[in-house]
């Protein structure tokens, strides 16, 4: 019992070595998507840590594996959708992306339950729901 909580250490403090990089540039994007500011407001604090490319992180993200969970939502959130390079969407893109927003917001699919729980501030009320809804049908695949 003792050797296994030796080696469950070792284990830990090794795997710690593996750091994925950072969600986090430095410059303002160009390509960001403009949007009304009570609905920039819903992004920033429910979509903007997965779906752009500024996460907000806590101390706890960076040890591992919680950074290795947190690395691989970031990635496959903005591989869905990245806010911040939303101008240089092809229409396709556009279009597509914009049948997903409508659908994720609708079902409440987004955000991601786990992300919920250990972020309530993010939880979007039915009124904020609405505004993103109304948003989101003003959106243009031009
Ligand atoms: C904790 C990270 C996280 C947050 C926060 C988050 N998403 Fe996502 N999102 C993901 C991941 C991971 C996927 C891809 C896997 C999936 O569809 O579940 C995704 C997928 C999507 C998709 C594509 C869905 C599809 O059907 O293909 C859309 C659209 C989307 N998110 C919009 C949003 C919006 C809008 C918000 C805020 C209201 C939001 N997301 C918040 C991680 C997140």
């Given at each position: 019992m003792k050797k296994f909580f030796i080696y469950l250490i070792l284990i830990v403090l090794l795997i710690q070595i593996i750091r994925p990089n950072k969600n986090r540039s430095e410059t303002v994007s160009a390509t960001a998507i403009v949007a009304p500011e009570n609905i920039q407001i819903i992004l920033d604090k429910s979509?903007?840590?997965?779906?752009?490319?500024n996460t907000n992180y806590?101390?706890?993200?960076?040890?591992s594996p919680i950074s290795w969970i947190v690395s691989l939502h970031v990635k496959d959130g903005k591989d869905h959708v990245n806010f911040d390079i939303w101008t240089s969407y092809n229409k396709d893109q556009k279009k597509h992306i914009i049948k997903d927003l409508k659908k994720s917001i609708e079902t409440r699919e987004m955000p991601l339950v786990g992300y919920l729980r250990v972020h309530p501030e993010a939880v979007i009320s039915d009124e904020e729901n609405q505004e993103l809804l109304d948003w989101i049908a003003t959106l243009k695949s031009e």
């Open positions: 979509c903007n840590d997965c779906h752009s490319n806590e101390w706890y993200h960076n040890i």
